[in-house]
């Protein structure tokens, strides 16, 4: 029995708007420049992202002033699931698959239910583990709430620190949405649409859902239309 693990923001739900609004209300907030603090968080975590931007004010204060953004814009923020997420995940066996991801599964929950897409029973999200991406505990975890072996396993990210962290975790890793492949997926596909089809094919054990790439090593591109080099 094959398993498929997505991310959920960037992967199946677009949401680089609301995080830049997010992310610029807070810094204008907190008297700083939002398109550098922006451009932080793209690369860390938030408490991180507080260490580097503002030094000198209280992470736990920072943290909560950005939760109550965060929360109201799953209220109120326009959400769009990407093309393709509705019927791929309306497509998969219950049970043979899970979200796994950075943010708290309230605000997923929240953003699912705005964009109609289905919530699997397995949902591994921020506060499920002490570790989170690109450490593997999280796919881990996922895997293990499933009782699916790692190597039963296809990730499905569009971000460097999810696409290591399912590598660090023994798995299938499929790149979306992402103009150019992210090192050390298997494959690469520029949209979730395009790979609709494998990632179905994989889950039902298909050789075609096969992890494959080409004989220099490097992953299987498609572009946009699920078929290689076009």
């Not at 309230?106 to 583990?129: C, S």
């Not at 460097?160 to 660090?168: D, E, I, M």
């Not at 790979?195 to 992953?219: K, M, N, Q, T, Y």
Request: with cysteine; glycine share 10%; proline share 8%.
């Amino acid at each position: 029995m094959k398993y498929v693990l997505f991310d959920v923001d960037g992967t199946l739900i677009d949401a680089v708007a609301n995080q830049r609004l997010v992310w610029r209300t807070w810094a204008q907030q907190h008297g700083l420049d939002p398109d550098e603090v922006h451009q932080v968080a793209l690369r860390t975590r938030p408490m991180e992202t507080f260490a580097r931007v503002a030094p000198d004010q209280d992470p736990r204060e920072c943290l909560a002033a950005l939760h109550e953004l965060e929360d109201d814009d799953v209220r109120s923020g326009v959400y769009s699931a990407y093309d393709g997420a509705s019927e791929l995940l309306s497509a998969l066996r219950p049970g043979a698959w899970a979200l796994v991801t950075s943010n708290y599964e309230h605000r997923v929950r929240g953003r699912f239910a705005r964009t109609g897409l289905p919530v699997p029973k397995v949902l591994v999200d921020a506060a499920a583990v002490e570790e989170g991406k690109p450490s593997p505990v999280p796919y881990l975890r996922a895997a293990a709430r499933l009782g699916a072996a790692p190597e039963d396993c296809l990730v499905v990210e569009d971000a460097p620190s999810g696409v290591r962290a399912g590598l660090r975790a023994g798995m299938t890793v499929w790149g979306v949405n992402t103009p150019v492949p992210v090192d050390g997926v298997h494959r690469h596909f520029g949209t979730l649409r395009a790979a609709v089809r494998d990632i179905l094919a994989f889950a039902s054990g298909s050789p075609s859902g096969s992890p494959s790439s080409s004989a220099s090593g490097e992953p299987e591109v498609y572009p946009g239309n699920g078929l290689p080099g076009q």
